[in-house]
């Protein structure tokens, strides 16, 4: 079982073999057992202090060492923003799951990007993307120079090896691995499908609270990053693949880069259980807004204008009083990409089912269907537990383009709007 330390953005220290790290500096003149020093820098040198984000990685070989050059190489389903090769008509869309195929597919190849938002050679934006994974990597490794990825495991157990030390996951968790950071993806038992946000933007960090105070919604101890774990591999035939200007390139290793025997700092990956986030709502009458659920935010330029927000919708209670309980009707400058890890989601009962996803773009109409509506204005307003439901939304700031790919998928709902088609006029 993988070693954790837990907080948030910590300035963590850990080492796989004792007397490594070097003591009270960096980059001394030979490091510990014959390693290299190397820094990763998440954010510029310059960056303030409260964004500031590098590690000092202390490893076999440096990252310099491969072939010589990434070669480019076919990028199957994986878009990246800006795209707009498909014109779908505007309006709400939804999609049943996509199933996992019967042939061998490695994380490499089994990324579908779904929507792409912003422009991801200014550092700005975000896409959605499906992974179906149906093969672990062996001797393939990946970093993303483009953004960081949010992993939100739907079905099957995922193994991350990264520079950093493994990673867990199963359904109900999230893994973040920022830009830069070398990784691959093994299997724990079956397949795996789940959804995955790759945010070009500033990096996920946790929302201010406000008025909240010190406590609840995300708690920074549930935040876990793994102890140092290193691959010892020689005169192997590996393979180096890069995410960089929205296209793959891939270069040739002859050695494990995950190689990495101590770091310290404060750029590392991390996993968070959704379920132990504590949700804050109405305790009297009306609803919040659904930013009242927001796990992490990618901040922009802009105060309280998010570059992307990961936002769930988690068990809780229901006890407003004289108050339409559902999610309201809305439109909204932020675009919504939704998807269900579990369960149902209460403003839509039936259609959207664990797998499946929905977008309603920037000032695109959505909320409640018919039964949602229907069901809600009559109920008796007792207190209602939401049981067993994890629904999540990526939320940003830029308008979404649905990919080629997702726009010709069987799974897309010609009939969704129809949802809506029965709300009858009331007036009097
Ligand atoms: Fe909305």
């Given at each position: 079982m993988?070693?954790?330390m837990s907080?948030?953005?910590?300035s963590f220290?850990?080492?796989?073999?004792p007397d490594?790290?070097?003591v009270?500096?960096?980059?001394?003149q030979?490091?510990?057992?014959?390693l290299?020093?190397?820094q990763l820098?998440?954010?510029?040198f310059t960056a303030?202090?409260a964004?500031?984000?590098?590690?000092w990685?202390y490893r076999?070989?440096p990252?310099v060492?491969h072939s010589?050059?990434f070669?480019?190489?076919?990028?199957?389903?994986w878009?990246s923003?800006?795209?707009?090769?498909?014109?779908l008509?505007?309006?709400?869309l939804?999609w049943?799951?996509?199933?996992?195929?019967?042939?061998?597919q490695s994380?490499?190849?089994g990324?579908v990007?779904?929507?792409?938002a912003?422009?991801v050679?200014?550092?700005?934006g975000m896409?959605?993307?499906l992974?179906?994974i149906?093969?672990s990597?062996?001797?393939?490794?990946?970093?993303?120079?483009d953004?960081e990825?949010?992993?939100?495991?739907e079905?099957g157990?995922v193994r991350?090896?990264?520079?950093?030390?493994v990673?867990?996951?199963e359904?109900?968790e999230?893994?973040?691995?920022p830009?830069g950071?070398k990784?691959?993806v093994?299997?724990?038992?079956?397949?795996?499908?789940?959804y995955?946000?790759?945010?070009?933007?500033g990096?996920f960090t946790?929302p201010?609270?406000?008025p909240i105070g010190a406590?609840c919604l995300?708690?920074p101890?549930d935040?876990?990053?793994?102890v140092?774990?290193?691959?010892d591999?020689?005169g192997?035939?590996?393979?180096?693949t890069v995410?960089w200007?929205?296209?793959?390139?891939?270069?040739e290793?002859?050695h494990?880069?995950?190689?990495?025997?101590?770091?310290h700092?404060?750029?590392?990956p991390?996993?968070?259980?959704?379920r132990?986030?504590?949700?804050?709502?109405p305790?009297?009458?009306?609803?919040?807004?659904?930013?009242?659920f927001t796990v992490?935010?990618?901040?922009?330029e802009t105060?309280g204008?998010?570059?992307v927000d990961?936002?769930?919708?988690?068990?809780?209670?229901?006890?407003?009083?004289d108050t339409f309980?559902?999610?309201?009707?809305?439109m909204?400058?932020?675009?919504?990409?939704?998807?269900?890890?579990?369960?149902a989601?209460?403003?839509?009962p039936h259609?959207?089912?664990?797998?499946?996803?929905s977008?309603h773009?920037?000032?695109?109409?959505?909320?409640?269907?018919?039964?949602?509506?229907?069901?809600?204005s009559?109920a008796?307003l007792?207190?209602?537990r939401?049981?067993?439901?994890l629904?999540?939304?990526?939320?940003?700031?830029y308008?979404?383009?649905v990919?080629?790919?997702?726009?010709?998928?069987?799974?897309?709902q010609q009939?969704?709007?129809?949802?809506w088609?029965?709300l009858?006029?009331?007036?009097?």
């Amino acid at each position: 079982m993988p070693e954790y330390m837990s907080g948030f953005g910590n300035s963590f220290e850990t080492e796989a073999l004792p007397d490594t790290l070097p003591v009270g500096r960096n980059s001394p003149q030979r490091v510990a057992h014959g390693l290299y020093a190397e820094q990763l820098s998440g954010s510029p040198f310059t960056a303030p202090r409260a964004s500031n984000e590098r590690s000092w990685l202390y490893r076999i070989r440096p990252s310099v060492l491969h072939s010589g050059r990434f070669e480019r190489v076919d990028a199957g389903l994986w878009r990246s923003a800006p795209e707009s090769e498909t014109h779908l008509p505007l309006g709400q869309l939804r999609w049943d799951p996509v199933p996992l195929p019967d042939t061998a597919q490695s994380f490499l190849d089994g990324v579908v990007t779904v929507t792409t938002a912003g422009d991801v050679s200014t550092h700005n934006g975000m896409a959605s993307h499906l992974y179906l994974i149906t093969e672990s990597m062996v001797d393939d490794y990946f970093y993303n120079a483009d953004g960081e990825l949010l992993f939100v495991p739907e079905q099957g157990n995922v193994r991350f090896w990264t520079e950093f030390g493994v990673i867990d996951t199963e359904p109900g968790e999230i893994a973040v691995i920022p830009r830069g950071v070398k990784f691959r993806v093994e299997l724990l038992g079956g397949p795996a499908r789940g959804y995955l946000c790759e945010n070009y933007g500033g990096a996920f960090t946790l929302p201010e609270r406000g008025p909240i105070g010190a406590n609840c919604l995300a708690n920074p101890r549930d935040f876990l990053t793994p102890v140092a774990a290193y691959e010892d591999r020689d005169g192997m035939a590996s393979r180096l693949t890069v995410k960089w200007g929205g296209a793959l390139w891939r270069t040739e290793l002859a050695h494990s880069p995950l190689d990495v025997v101590a770091w310290h700092g404060n750029y590392a990956p991390y996993k968070y259980d959704l379920r132990r986030y504590s949700p804050v709502g109405p305790l009297l009458f009306d609803h919040a807004d659904p930013s009242i659920f927001t796990v992490l935010t990618s901040p922009s330029e802009t105060p309280g204008t998010a570059n992307v927000d990961f936002v769930i919708f988690p068990d809780r209670w229901l006890v407003a009083e004289d108050t339409f309980r559902p999610p309201w009707y809305h439109m909204n400058v932020m675009s919504e990409f939704m998807g269900l890890v579990y369960g149902a989601y209460d403003a839509k009962p039936h259609g959207f089912v664990p797998g499946g996803f929905s977008l309603h773009n920037s000032m695109t109409p959505h909320g409640p269907d018919l039964e949602a509506f229907e069901g809600a204005s009559a109920a008796d307003l007792t207190p209602q537990r939401l049981q067993g439901t994890l629904a999540f939304m990526f939320e940003t700031r830029y308008p979404q383009r649905v990919s080629a790919h997702a726009a010709a998928m069987p799974g897309l709902q010609q009939d969704y709007a129809d949802c809506w088609s029965g709300l009858r006029r009331h007036f009097r």
